[in-house]
């Protein structure tokens, strides 16, 4: 019956609370025979912790609580920003939590979940994202979550947010952007009063953005056209764009996410040449 025990813990993300193990029909004598053992151990009395379980999931039981926000967006593949600090969601009347190098989320989110629920739900996850991070970081993730098909648009719309944040993300959510790093350019440029059309098809493929008619935006995000060959063809592609009349301009990670007055004051530059515009 241990071993049964090892594998539902394993199963449930490496962390159960025994009260949950008990609702599986497991003893009590069978907690402490695994525990003893070595092939489980407890922390705060009462979850029971898998070894293959990640030292995050653990600092969460270990506070009773579970991952939120960009913590278990990032564990769950989604586009997040960078973050130092883990993020962990307890219950509202949680008392004498230890906060060391760790965000607390207390809201509850729309989606009701039993406190000892160790995993949380995509879109608690992006509730707490939407009230945590700036609005263009929290675009990302949830446009993140949207071409991943973890959620879908209509749902996002049909939920009750209970959070002026989270129904302002829920309403921007589209599914143009190929990265998170395009989302923040996005709402950069929108914030800016600089109009933008997303993945306009010109000679042959889809351009990140287009100003205008003429000025054509590319992203270089942290992730994306890493391999020479991408590069190679990225770089044909421009060459052909410019035979065409139009003006590129790349931007890479950094400097979307850190020097965006540098960005927008290339772009600015460049509309006072008119180069957004065909000529007549």
């Not at 270990?62 to 593949?77: D, F, I, P, Y």
């Not at 990225?234 to 400097?255: E, N, S």
Request: hydrophobic content about 45%.
């Amino acid at each position: 019956m241990s071993d049964a025990l090892v594998e539902f813990v394993r199963r449930r993300g490496g962390a159960a609370h025994t009260r949950t193990a008990r609702a599986a029909g497991f003893l009590p004598h069978a907690m402490v025979t695994a525990v003893r053992d070595g092939r489980l151990d407890r922390v705060r009395r009462s979850w029971l912790i898998h070894p293959d379980c990640t030292p995050s999931r653990r600092a969460a039981a270990a506070r009773s609580g579970r991952l939120t926000c960009v913590s278990a967006a990032a564990e769950q593949g989604l586009w997040v920003p960078s973050s130092g600090d883990l993020h962990i969601w307890v219950p509202p009347t949680a008392s004498r939590v230890d906060a060391t190098g760790v965000r607390l989320h207390r809201a509850i989110g729309p989606v009701p979940l039993a406190p000892i629920e160790p995993v949380e739900h995509i879109l608690n996850v992006l509730f707490h994202v939407a009230s945590c991070v700036p609005p263009a970081d929290a675009l990302a993730v949830w446009e993140s979550a949207l071409r991943r098909r973890m959620v879908h648009p209509d749902v996002l719309a049909r939920v009750v947010w209970r959070s002026p944040r989270a129904a302002r993300v829920a309403r921007a959510a589209g599914v143009l952007s190929d990265s998170g790093l395009e989302s923040h350019f996005c709402a950069l440029l929108a914030t800016a009063g600089i109009p933008l059309r997303q993945q306009v098809r010109i000679e042959g493929h889809d351009v990140d953005g287009l100003i205008g008619e003429r000025l054509v935006v590319q992203l270089d995000g942290f992730a994306f056209h890493s391999a020479a060959k991408d590069r190679r063809r990225d770089l044909d592609h421009d060459a052909r764009l410019v035979l065409r009349g139009y003006t590129v301009v790349r931007f890479d990670y950094a400097q979307v996410m850190f020097d965006s007055a540098t960005v927008l004051d290339r772009l600015r530059v460049a509309m006072a040449q008119g180069l957004h515009l065909a000529p007549r």
